[in-house]
C-alpha cells in the first residue's frame, strides 16, 4: 500500500461549511487590509491639506503598518492558528529585530538631518 496521501483525503476531513468559515474570514482580512491601506494612501496625500503634522503622519503610518503586519501574519501565515511556543518562537526575534532596526533608523535619520544643517 502506497503512504503518500491521497488528494481526495481533504475532501473527506474537511466540510464546505468549514470552507466557507475559512474564505469568510479570508475576505473579511482583506477588506481590513484594503481599507488600512486606504487610510494610509490618503493620509499621505492629503495630510498636508489636512492640516496634520507629519510626526503625527509618521507616528500613524508605524502603528497601521503593525496592524497590516499582524493581520497578514495572523491569517494568511496561518501564525494565529499554531501553538503559543511557535508563535513566540516566530515572533520575538523579529520583534527584537523591528525594534533595533527602527532605533538605528531614526539614529541616522536625526544624524543626516543635523549634518546637512550644518554643513549649509
Same mark, same amino acid.
Given at each position: 500500500?502506497?503512504?503518500?496521501? #491521497? ?56 502603528? !497601521? ?13 496561518? !501564525?494565529?492558528?499554531? #501553538? ?20 538605528? !533608523? ?15
Amino acid at each position: 500500500m502506497n503512504d503518500m496521501h #491521497n488528494p481526495n483525503d481533504y475532501a473527506t476531513t474537511h466540510s464546505e461549511e468549514a470552507g466557507v468559515q475559512i474564505r469568510k474570514t479570508i475576505w473579511k482580512v482583506f477588506w481590513i487590509l484594503l481599507g488600512v491601506t486606504s487610510i494610509e494612501v490618503a493620509l499621505g496625500i492629503f495630510y498636508q491639506d489636512w492640516g496634520i503634522d507629519f510626526s503625527i503622519v509618521k507616528t500613524t503610518f508605524i502603528v !497601521l503598518t503593525l496592524v497590516k503586519a499582524y493581520f497578514i501574519v495572523a491569517e494568511y501565515m496561518h !501564525l494565529k492558528h499554531e #501553538n503559543s511556543y511557535l508563535k513566540k518562537l516566530v515572533v520575538i526575534p523579529y520583534a527584537f529585530l523591528a525594534i533595533y532596526l527602527l532605533l538605528l !533608523l531614526l539614529t541616522e535619520g536625526g544624524y543626516s538631518e543635523r549634518m546637512i544643517n550644518f554643513m549649509f
